[in-house]
Nanobody, 117 residues
Framework: QVQLVESGGGLVQAGGSLRLSCAASGNIFSFNRMGWYRQAPGKQRESVAIITWSGSTNYADSVKGRFAIFRHNTENTVYLQMDSLKPEDTAVYYC???????????WGQGTQVTVSS
């Protein structure tokens, strides 16, 4: 059983910053990949940023240069630093982790990010 707990969402003005945290049960190196996804009202969930076991990262084009995913190994936590936020970044943000052997994705409960114009 994998548990992921997100925190750090909130309301921010356009141009502002937020940092999301995802605390994972167990060692984050036991996962193939971890990532942040988001879902806006009436839209499908989309990938925002991914970090692999080896530390490689991948970003959605819409957030490149503004968002950064990184991890704190000893705390088993993955972060999403979000700068230059735009109203279109408004969504529920979910942390996900893919297990190594079953390739199953596990999800946190989500955290709301609202960017006002």
């Amino acid at each position: 059983q994998v548990q992921l707990v997100e925190s750090g969402g909130g309301l921010v003005q356009a141009g502002g910053s937020l940092r999301l945290s995802c605390a994972a049960s167990g060692n984050i190196f036991s996962f193939n990949r971890m990532g942040w996804y988001r879902q806006a009202p009436g839209k499908q969930r989309e990938s925002v940023a991914i970090i692999t076991w080896s530390g490689s990262t991948n970003y959605a084009d819409s957030v490149k240069g503004r968002f950064a995913i990184f991890r704190h190994n000893t705390e088993n936590t993955v972060y999403l630093q979000m700068d230059s936020l735009k109203p279109e970044d408004t969504a529920v943000y979910y942390c996900g982790a893919e297990t190594q052997y079953t390739l199953t994705w596990w999800w946190g409960q989500g955290t709301q990010v609202t960017v006002s114009s």
